[in-house]
C-alpha cells in the first residue's frame, strides 16, 4: 500500500495537521465499529493506518507520516500535545523542523533567508519519514498563503521536495485569506506562492477562508468562529477526497473486497484533474455539510446529492443554501439521469480541452 506524508507547514499547517490526522482515524475506526459492514471494514481500517500512520519500534503507538516545520516552536508544541492528548496517535519526535524566528509575514524572508537555513534539516526530516514508508505515493503540503512561513518557507520546501523527489506527487492544499484582509501584505504573498506553486507542485487545492466561514456560519450555524472552526471544516473537506469512495455493500461483500484498492490516491488526483501543467488550481465541493447533532435526523440519497453538486457546480456555489436552480442549461433537472450529470458538454468553459473533462 502506498504511503502519503503529510507535510504541516507554518501556523495554519500544524493546527490544521492534528485535525485531520484525528479524522482519518476516527473515520476508519468507525467504519469498523458499524455492525452492517464486513470483515472487509478491518482491511479499510488497516490500509488507511498504511497510508497515513506507521507504529513505533517496541510499542503499539501509532505515529503520523508527518514533519511539521515552523520557524517558531509554540505552534509546533501545541500540535505535539493535542495529538498525544487524543490517545489514539502521536507525532514522531524525530520529524520536526523548528525554527526561532518567524517570518513576519513577510514571503522574501521565509523564502530566501529561512528557507536556505532550513534546508539541510528540512530534507533530513523528510527523508526520515520517507524511508519508513513501503512505498513513497507523495507528499499532502498543508500551508496558508497569506502569512510568511507558509507561504515563503513553504514554496521553497516544495520546490525543494520537487528537486529531490521527481516521481512522488506534490498535492498542496493551501489556506486562501479572506477577502477583507487578514495581514495587509497578503495579497502579494498570496500571489508569489501561487506563481511559484504553479511550476513546482502537481496540483494546487483551495480552500478560501469566506467559503469556510459561511459553511461555519450559515450551515453548522455557529455565533462565535475561529481558526480552529474554520480548519475542521477544510479537514473535513479535505478529508472526502483522501478517503475512498466505497459503498456500504461493497464492504459487505467478500467478493468485492477488491474495490478497497481503489483508493483516490495523489497519483490519480493529479492524473485526472491536472494532466496538464496548465490547469494546477482546484477547488473541493463538497456534501452534505451539517451539524453532527442533525445527522440522526436526515435522510439523503446519493442521487440527490449527486443533483445538489450539478447545481454547485452550475453555479459555482461553494455552499448548498441558497443556490440559483434556475441555472439549468436548458435542462429540467428532475429528468435528468443522475449516473450522468456531470457528462453535458455545455457545463465547461471552451478553454478547457474535452479530453481533460473528467465526470
Known amino acids: ?13 500544524n493546527q490544521m495537521g492534528p485535525q485531520l490526522f484525528s479524522l482519518l482515524l476516527s473515520d476508519a475506526s468507525a467504519t469498523c465499529k458499524s455492525p452492517s459492514l464486513s470483515s472487509s471494514s478491518s482491511n479499510y481500517y488497516q490500509k488507511t493506518l498504511s497510508r497515513y500512520f506507521h507504529k513505533n519500534d517496541g510499542k503499539n503507538t501509532l505515529k503520523a507520516r508527518s514533519v511539521l516545520i515552523d520557524t517558531e516552536l509554540k505552534v509546533i508544541e501545541s500540535s505535539l500535545v493535542e495529538a498525544k492528548r487524543g490517545g489514539a496517535w502521536e507525532y514522531d519526535s524525530s520529524s520536526i523542523y523548528k525554527g526561532r524566528q518567524g517570518s513576519g509575514n513577510n514571503w522574501a524572508h521565509g523564502f530566501y533567508q529561512h528557507g536556505p537555513a532550513a534546508h539541510e534539516g528540512i530534507l533530513n526530516a523528510v527523508q526520515g519519514e520517507a524511508e519508513k514508508c513501503d512505498s513513497l505515493e507523495g507528499f499532502l503540503i498543508l500551508m496558508s498563503v497569506a502569512g510568511g512561513t507558509g507561504s515563503g518557507l513553504g514554496t521553497y520546501v516544495t520546490q525543494l521536495l520537487h528537486d529531490e523527489y521527481p516521481t512522488s506527487c506534490l498535492v498542496n492544499p493551501v489556506i486562501w485569506p479572506y477577502a477583507s ?78 474495490l478497497l484498492s481503489n483508493w483516490c490516491s ?94
Request: aromatic share 8%; hydrophobic share 35%.
Open 1 to 13: 500500500m502506498a504511503s502519503t506524508v503529510v507535510v504541516q507547514l507554518g501556523q495554519c499547517g
Open 181 to 258: 484582509g487578514e495581514v495587509i501584505v497578503q495579497n502579494y504573498n498570496a500571489l508569489l506562492t501561487t506563481a511559484s506553486l504553479y511550476g513546482s507542485s502537481d496540483a494546487v487545492i483551495l480552500l478560501p477562508n469566506d467559503h469556510l466561514h459561511k459553511v461555519c456560519s450559515k450551515l453548522l450555524h455557529l455565533k462565535e468562529i475561529s481558526f480552529k472552526d474554520l480548519n475542521k471544516v477544510a479537514t473535513h473537506i479535505l478529508a472526502s477526497i483522501l478517503q475512498p469512495a466505497v459503498p456500504h455493500s461493497s464492504l459487505c461483500s467478500a467478493r468485492d473486497s477488491s
Open 266 to 359: 495523489l497519483s490519480d488526483l493529479c492524473t485526472s484533474l491536472t494532466p496538464h501543467s496548465s490547469y494546477r488550481l482546484l477547488s473541493i465541493k463538497s456534501l452534505p455539510q451539517m451539524p453532527k447533532h442533525s445527522h440522526a435526523y436526515t435522510n439523503y440519497l446519493w442521487a440527490g446529492l449527486i443533483k445538489y453538486l450539478r447545481q454547485m457546480l452550475l453555479t459555482d456555489s461553494f455552499i448548498e443554501e441558497g443556490m440559483d436552480w434556475s441555472s439549468s442549461l436548458g435542462k429540467d433537472l428532475h429528468e435528468l439521469d443522475p449516473s450522468n450529470l456531470f457528462s453535458d458538454q455545455s457545463m465547461y468553459s471552451n478553454s478547457v480541452p474535452p479530453s481533460m473533462r473528467q465526470w
